[in-house]
């Protein structure tokens, strides 16, 4: 989400950045010359360009490694790796568009979950991705801690910070008087505030449940809310289908739902928990901003006090993880954040080059996200 939620931003920002570019770069120069002179060759030219971008098919991947394939899937799409259009998510020059439109160069494979946190980082990022994903995708992403050393000889590594990841340990917490104990005065006053009108059993009715695969009436349930969210906040991160996908498709889940008692039950305030090794991540959520109980009662922020709550009660887990950006709002519940960086995979020195100039002079994390 916090991955996509970036890249959204990114857009109108990076059109800007490609008409203002320095074109005195040599690399650039030299990209545009090949897209150019490959638009007229037609197929000659797009071979060329691709080959010297990403490599050829033969995928050192493939033919060098010793990693075994087992029979079993290996991750979760959507949870520790996901697959992102490049055309949907970059608006790059006209004379670049056709380049991106090729199949194999069209999309970026990133290792990392859905709130920019590390999945299975540098070192296990083939246990968490199948391998023929890996071997087809022409960018490669994986999300890790910043300063990784000794990093895999056999390609080339391009390095950047991304935002913060805000996530609570819970290690150590027994009840929540222990997660009290680590706010602020006026932490400590707003989630008492909160809860008070909260947990009114006349008014808000919550519970936490399971969501089993295939449950297709509870996510039809679910989407116009997030729908409804992601508009008034700017933007969907999910499409009705990829929602849909999502919650239907991957095991494990859970659902966070807050209704309201007096008009049957409704529902105000729901959020999907996504549950990996020993963290818990509230995802995908939706609100109902025309009911006022949403305000009054604080649903949002008690949604996430109650997540807290699950997380402390569970001997497995240890995080519960909050994603990137709206620093201030996470902070205040005594979350703290957690540097990422970014690691793009490049298989030769010129598709190197090329990353590098891209990410120097066109991303800059701390514009491209809402924090506070």
């Not at 391998?131 to 950047?160: G, H, Q």
């Not at 505030?193 to 919550?206: G, L």
């Not at 008034?232 to 966070?256: I, Q, R, W, Y």
């Amino acid at each position: 989400m916090a991955l996509l939620e970036i890249s959204k931003r990114a857009d109108s920002k990076a059109q800007l950045a490609f008409q203002a570019a320095p074109k005195e770069s040599d690399v650039w120069d030299r990209l545009c010359e090949d897209v150019s002179k490959s638009l007229r060759d037609k197929v000659s030219g797009f071979t060329g360009l691709f080959s010297s971008l990403v490599g050829s098919n033969s995928n050192p991947e493939s033919s060098t490694t010793s990693e075994t394939e087992h029979t079993a899937p290996k991750g979760i799409y959507g949870v520790t790796y996901q697959r992102y259009p490049i055309a949907s998510y970059v608006q790059l020059p006209p004379v670049l568009a056709p380049f991106v439109q090729l199949p194999g160069l069209d999309h970026i494979l990133l290792i990392g979950r859905p709130t920019a946190d590390v999945s299975g980082g540098m070192a296990g990022y083939r246990d968490v991705c199948p391998k023929a994903l890996r071997a087809a995708a022409p960018f490669l992403i994986v999300l890790d801690r910043p300063d990784i050393k000794n990093l895999e000889p056999k390609y080339r590594w391009v390095t950047f910070p991304l935002a913060e990841v805000f996530k609570l340990d819970v290690r150590g917490m027994k009840s929540i008087d222990d997660y009290t104990k680590i706010l602020s005065k006026k932490g400590r006053w707003n989630f008492k505030d909160r809860q008070k009108k909260f947990n009114n059993a006349k008014v808000i009715k919550h519970e936490y449940v399971d969501l089993p695969p295939g449950s297709t009436e509870m996510v039809a349930s679910l989407w116009p809310l997030y729908k409804s969210t992601g508009d008034a906040n700017g933007f969907c991160v999910l499409s009705e289908k990829e929602f849909a996908d999502f919650h239907l498709n991957t095991p494990g889940l859970t659902l966070m739902l807050i209704r309201d008692v007096a008009a049957e039950g409704k529902l105000i305030t729901f959020c999907t928990g996504v549950r990996v090794e020993d963290t818990l991540m509230p995802m995908w959520c939706g609100t109902d901003y025309e009911n006022p109980l949403a305000k009054s009662c604080s649903t949002y922020f008690n949604m996430l006090y109650e997540y807290v709550k699950v997380a402390i009660a569970d001997p497995e887990i240890n995080w519960v993880d909050l994603g990137a950006s709206r620093r201030q709002a996470k902070t205040s519940i005594g979350f703290q954040g957690y540097p990422v960086s970014a690691y793009i995979r490049c298989k030769n020195a010129i598709m190197e080059s090329i990353v590098e100039t891209m990410a120097a002079d066109y991303f800059k994390p701390s514009e491209l996200i809402a924090d506070p």
